[in-house]
């Protein structure tokens, strides 16, 4: 598994522009249908001055540079610059971790019960 990370800072409209861009594009919910897709957020920060957040977890770094070249993402690139900028590398893709030690109930591939 790994876990994409982007960092967005707001343009204009602060990070309720952005989340109000993600809701009505459906970005997470586009991101999706990718195949290998896990799970995805978009996190607002604590402090004004830092930048909100989108993580997603994949089942293979491929999986991920599959959303990277969707041609939808590139569609609103445009619309997308105007609310916020992204701290990513010159293809868009924010970076990847692969995941090493997890814990939790809902993780994929689990199947036993964590001892008490």
Known sequence: MVRSVLFLKPVSGGFAAIERFFEEEGVLERSARVPGFLGGELQRPER???PALVTALWERPEDYRTWVEDPWRAERAQKAATVFTSMAGPDGAGSLYEVTLAVGP???GRSE???R
Do not use: T
Request: proline share 22%; aromatic share 0%; no cysteine.
């Open 113 to 115: 019960e964590p001892e």
């Open 106 to 108: 809902a993780l994929p």
């Open 48 to 50: 004004e001055d830092a």
